[in-house]
């Protein structure tokens, strides 16, 4: 008995020791493989339908309802490069005055109207257009256009090069003909194709004039032409007291 229990205690300690000795003769990791090929891509889905359009803001579609002016601007750039712009203003404000015309006793009908070339807002949000255009006789055979006054507040012009430079602009009311030598530097002021529907309040026309070079920012010499197409309201309010 005595000898099975040490036979088989030789046996268990000749078989740990084989094991420490298989483990320790084991050879160093050889050197990593190669990478293998990579995947082929997969392709492409197919883009997704584009989504419907939203609806306009609370306001827009009323403040873009009553015709635009369309400005064109040419000259030569403060740099000296020559340049045409042109820019459509369509928004209005909320004060319907500055989209009216008045009726005076004096037979002359005064219409004054602003617009924005994007929402109004803060001032430097702002850039406008701005006109006042008086007509004798409206509506008469002897209907004539007497004065004229035309106001650019903030323009930006922006060129494909990535430059800028702003245009201001105004000049009260003057009498047509126009007197030439005005203090304001404006010549070859003209108004053309003037047309105003009693029924539809829709006034039209086309305007032209020069600034000299000392009267605007290029220091050449400023050509602006502008189309307008607005839809006036007819002021109620009563006649300035003289």
Known sequence: MK????NTTYKFLFICFLGLVLTNCEGEDGAAGPDGENGINGENGTNGENGT?????????????????????????PDGIEFTNTSDFKFRGTDAFYNSFSKYSTNITQFTTRRYISVPGRNFQESYLMFNLFVE??????????RFNFEIGNHVVISEDLTAFHI??????????????NPFGITNLTVTDYSFNNETNNLKFSFSYDIDE??????????I??????TVFENLFPEPKK
């Open 3 to 6: 000898n099975l229990i040490l």
């Open 214 to 223: 000392n009267n605007n920012v290029t220091g050449k010499v400023l050509s």
């Open 168 to 181: 201001f602009n105004s000049f009260p009311p003057l009498q047509f003909p126009i007197e030439e030598g």
């Open 137 to 146: 006789n409206l509506g008469e055979e002897n209907q004539v256009l007497s």
């Open 53 to 77: 359009n939203g609806e306009n803001g609370i306001g827009y579609d009323e403040l873009v309802s009553n015709g635009n002016i369309q400005l064109t601007t040419t000259g030569t750039r």
């Open 225 to 230: 032409t502008g189309e307008v197409d607005v």
